[in-house]
């Protein structure tokens, strides 16, 4: 018996709204980008779709600067980037030093945890990064078979810059050495190998410019011999690097199967990969450094204070700014996306068509974000990343920050007349 | 240092061809469907995203027929529904008996025991499903807390028809239920809620048509009690259903962060979902029957046997045929895909130009797919799923079919003159 009804909401027709996403991701994809998502489905296997997998791998080969064999994606959000480094390199009661610069380092360390990883945490004093100092004495006092760090902390906007020395570090103690650059990869440089970096993974969906749901992840000879010494199986199918491996030919020749990938992300993987090509690394790391430093000195010029105080330990792509005192952050984000609309969150219907109009007028549709973990309620982030990291953009997210902060203010003054 | 040179490969535009997949999956995906993919990206968390993952989700209940809160998309291919079910149901030593017609219940069993499951597997006859006596018997002898069983098994064609049966058995030995749709539904009835079923998902590339990538998931409500009970925490932090549903607002008003989801993926799969909708369930599984039993039919006419012997045991999605004798499958598939274009595995350029003209001269393009697993060798795979689904590409696969076979004789015949 049909007893549950066909749904009318899906005799709607499907609604997007064309908006500027200049939060910490995902970042808006280019119209190349777009464009080759509509492309037509192939099989998983498929020599066509083996060869855009192939360009791919040598796309993120260039952009970690490595040469290693095992460079694939895991078909997941950046998260499971962070899942198959973890659940492939650890065993019941390894030791993993974790370092903390934000949320990801506590997501790393719960993660390993439910591995059976035996977790020891270095945390950065709060807005801080951790100087190479700090890890020795970690190191020397944990003796851990993994190091783990964000390279870049997109809830704190803190760059962990000194990735050479703890490479060199990790060497030294002969430690696994796990790189997340989901936030920064393309924003600052990367050299895996020269850096002595074992797996290293990024996001698809912020400077890139593709859409989330792959992840590029890369490994040296050194983890992968690990991973193949282990005792026990890896716990998850779905991530087990060996097999994901045999899928992208990283070991052999010819394709084995282990999951439908999907070709769709490929695609757009491809395109965006590409265009960093023609745009060439150095010149694409460049240009976000250059629009990331405009965007300092334009918030400096509006008298905004950083929340990272030390220039050299900013994030490029992802910049965190104190809320100003007695500004409610809610109405600064809220007036940058739809300005006067605020009555949304119950009312879908009137909303859409609200947003509409909203889209119709060409107002900001603009998306700066508030804080995350740690540091919600005490910053804005704004990401100057892919298509977004214009000179251009930063001066028009300076005006409409500035507006909106102030407009905040008239609507302080307002309510202490009353 | 950039020592990685900047691949060329990348300098090339993408190249994808238009196929007609009537394979195991993907399905071909309609251009409602494809347009939408190339939609702009928005945040994951606004208020538009969520409004289209709530239209998922009453898409979902609809083709599963359920009323559970708990049903969401996991981020991930197929694969990754098998994993959320085992990694978020089993605990250390429970027993699970796993049911195998096929590759999937081996494949489920592997999942299993890596999360430390006490599999114990009852396995059909070749060519066979397994009848309720049979499960029952194992059910006395191992007592289990799950049990798994696909609805349809790809690798042989092998629909278990039995699922009321087998849910009522589950509800009187107080054992949950898994069932993995992902080749079954859309091409035969399936009802959750009325069948006891505790937990199902299915693929989004197969009948639903829409680009793999996305899981569609259900937990009944003992389920989740079950998950809310255990001990330890969920192995995957990514395949955590509590926290996934959460983020899909499934337990609460409000969602919660857990991973960046795929917009595009979500896009495709909203369109997809409402197609079926416009369709109707019961008229779009009818559709279903009726082409597999047209194909059937035709497959008679021609003097091909079918794999699965009994009709009532045949899955309308995926048809097995047995490849006739002394014929080379391998030939037949080549034949089907690029006709007489063989040379292509090792030249990658010249067959990418081949492939052009192929297209251009509107040639077949046509997938017909091998065995898989114990099949390999034996059968043919011939999917009718969702574009896919007509009467008039069920004659088509049948000319080709036929042409191929006759080809590929004619080949032996000339060899044997020599």
Redesign the interface.
């Known amino acids: ?7 009318l ?3 709607r027709p ?6 500027t ?1 200049m ?1 910490p ?5 280019s119209q190349r980008v ?11 296997l ?3 779709c083996l ?2 997998m ?2 791919i791998k ?2 993120i ?2 952009v ?4 290693n064999d095992a460079t694939m994606c895991i ?6 980037g962070l ?1 198959s480094a973890m ?1 492939n390199l650890i065993e019941e009661n390894d030791v993993i030093l974790v370092a903390s610069i934000g949320l990801w380092g506590h ?1 790393a360390a ?2 390993a ?3 059976g990883g035996d977790v020891r945490l270095v945390e950065a004093t709060f807005g801080h990064s951790l100087t190479i100092n700090e890890i020795e004495i970690a190191f020397k006092y944990h003796q851990p078979k993994i190091f783990f760090t964000v390279q870049g902390d997109s809830s704190t906007g803190l760059l962990q810059s000194n990735l050479k020395e703890i490479g060199e570090l990790c060497h030294k103690y002969n430690c696994l050495f796990i790189v997340d650059t989901i936030a920064s990869l393309g924003g600052t440089e990367f ?1 895996m ?2 850096w002595f970096v074992d797996v290293a993974f990024t ?1 698809s ?1 912020k400077t890139l410019g593709a ?3 792959l992840t590029p992840i890369s490994l040296s000879m050194r983890a992968i011999e690990c991973i193949r010494a282990r005792k026990t ?7 087990d690097i060996l097999l994901i491996g045999q899928y992208w030919s990283c070991f052999s020749m010819s394709a084995i ?9 490929l ?2 993987l ?2 965006a ?2 265009q960093v ?2 745009e ?3 010149a694409f790391i460049h240009r976000h450094q250059h629009c990331s430093y405009r965007l300092q000195q334009g918030l400096k010029d509006l008298g905004l204070e950083m929340f990272v105080k030390n220039p050299k330990e900013r994030l490029p792509t992802i910049t965190t700014i104190k809320v100003p005192f007695g500004i409610d952050w809610r109405k600064v984000i809220e007036y940058a996306m739809r300005k006067y609309v605020a009555h ?2 119950t009312h ?1 219907h009137m ?2 068509c609200e ?1 509409n109009i909203v889209n119709f007028f060409n107002r900001y549709c603009m ?1 700066i974000s508030g804080g ?1 973990g740690s540091t919600v309620g005490k910053v804005f982030r704004i990401g100057l990343m892919g298509e977004n990291a214009t000179l251009e953009r930063a001066d028009l997210i300076l005006n409409i920050l500035h507006e909106a902060i102030e407009s905040s203010k008239l609507d302080n003054n307002e309510k202490s007349k009353i």
Do not use: W
């Open positions: 018996m049909m007893d549950i009804p066909n749904p909401v899906l005799k499907l609604f997007v709204p064309i908006k996403l939060g991701g995902p970042s808006n994809c777009l464009s080759a998502l509509s492309n037509p489905m192939i099989g998983h498929h020599p066509e060869q855009i192939s360009e040598e796309g080969k260039y970690f600067q490595t040469s078909s997941g959000s950046g998260h499971s899942e659940c997501r719960d993660i945890k439910r591995y050299f190998d020269e996001g969906q859409p989330p749901g199986k890896v716990k998850v199918y779905y991530f199967y282990h999951h439908t990938i999907s070709v769709t992300l695609y757009g491809r395109e990969l590409a090509c023609a060439g690394l150095k949304t969150q879908t909303y859409i947003i998306e995350l």
